[in-house]
T-cell receptor, first 109, second 123 residues
Framework: QKEVEQDPGPLSVPEGAIVSLNCTYS??????FMWYRQYSRKGPELLMY????GNKEDGRFTAQVDKSSKYISLFIRDSQPSDSATYLC?????????FGKGTMLLVSP | SAVISQKPSRDICQRGTSLTIQCQVD?????MFWYRQQPGQSLTLIAT?????????ESGFVIDKFPISRPNLTFSTLTVSNMSPEDSSIYLC????????????????????FGPGTRLTVL
C-alpha cells in the first residue's frame, strides 16, 4: 500500500460546480497537510496548508483533514475554467514531503 | 513565500552526457530540496541540499549519479550524470524555512515552495 493514495482522474466538471478532491494516507506520523496546484509545464504552487483536523477556508477553497480516518479533502466552490490543473496532495513529517500522484481537474465553460 | 528560478527551463540531451540544473532563490532559506517528477508519477524526493556539507540522498538515489552543490543559502545545483532515456523527467527544486526580517527570523517553516521545474529529455 502506498503511503498516499490519490485518484489520478481526470475529473471533468462544468463551470460553477463544487469540486471535491481527496487523498487517503497510511502513515499516522504525518503532521502537516498541503494541497498544491500544478498547471501544465509549471512547478507546483502551494494552495492550502493545515496541521490539524477540521476545516480551513481560503476564498473558494476549503481544506478538510480527518486524522482519525486518515483522509484529506480539498473543496473548490464555484469552479472556474482557470481552476483546470493537476491538484497534488502532500503530507509532511520531519521536513519530508510525501506526495500523491495528483488529480487532473478539467472545468469546462 | 519566495521567488524561485531554475535554469535551464528545458533541455534535450544525448545519452551519456551530463546536465547541471541551477536553482536560485530571492531570499535566504534554511532548506533546499531536489525532486523528480516522472510522467504519471508522484513527485519523488532525490535529496536535501545542505549548505556547506554533503547532500542527504533518499533511497534509490546516489551522489555519483546526482551530485548536488549548495554553496550558500540562496543557490543550489543538481547534476544529472551519464544520462540515459530513463532520466527524462521534470526536475524541481523546492525551499523551506525562509529567512525574513532584520532579526533573521525564519518564516514559512514546514511548508515547501517550488521552482518552475526543468524539463529534461534524454535521447
Amino acid at each position: 500500500q502506498k503511503e498516499v493514495e490519490q485518484d489520478p482522474g481526470p475529473l471533468s466538471v462544468p463551470e460553477g460546480a463544487i469540486v471535491s478532491l481527496n487523498c487517503t494516507y497510511s502513515n499516522s506520523a504525518f503532521q502537516y497537510f498541503m494541497w498544491y496546484r500544478q498547471y501544465s509545464r509549471k512547478g507546483p504552487e502551494l494552495l492550502m496548508y493545515t496541521y490539524s483536523s477540521g476545516n480551513k477556508e481560503d476564498g473558494r477553497f476549503t481544506a478538510q483533514v480527518d486524522k482519525s480516518s486518515k483522509y484529506i479533502s480539498l473543496f473548490i466552490r464555484d469552479s472556474q475554467p482557470s481552476d483546470s490543473a493537476t491538484y497534488l496532495c502532500a503530507m509532511m513529517v520531519r521536513s519530508t514531503l510525501t506526495f500523491g500522484k495528483g488529480t487532473m481537474l478539467l472545468v469546462s465553460p | 513565500s519566495a521567488v524561485i528560478s531554475q535554469k535551464p527551463s528545458r533541455d534535450i540531451c544525448q545519452r551519456g552526457t551530463s546536465l547541471t540544473i541551477q536553482c536560485q532563490v530571492d531570499s535566504q532559506v534554511t532548506m533546499m530540496f531536489w525532486y523528480r517528477q516522472q510522467p504519471g508519477q508522484s513527485l519523488t524526493l532525490i535529496a536535501t541540499a545542505n549548505q556547506g556539507s554533503e547532500a542527504t540522498y533518499e533511497s534509490g538515489f546516489v551522489i555519483d549519479k546526482f551530485p548536488i552543490s549548495r554553496p550558500n543559502l540562496t543557490f543550489s545545483t543538481l547534476t544529472v550524470s551519464n544520462m540515459s532515456p530513463e532520466d527524462s523527467s521534470i526536475y524541481l527544486c523546492s525551499v523551506d524555512g525562509i529567512f525574513s526580517g532584520l532579526a533573521g527570523a525564519i518564516s514559512s517553516t514546514d511548508t515547501q515552495y517550488f521552482g518552475p521545474g526543468t524539463r529534461l529529455t534524454v535521447l
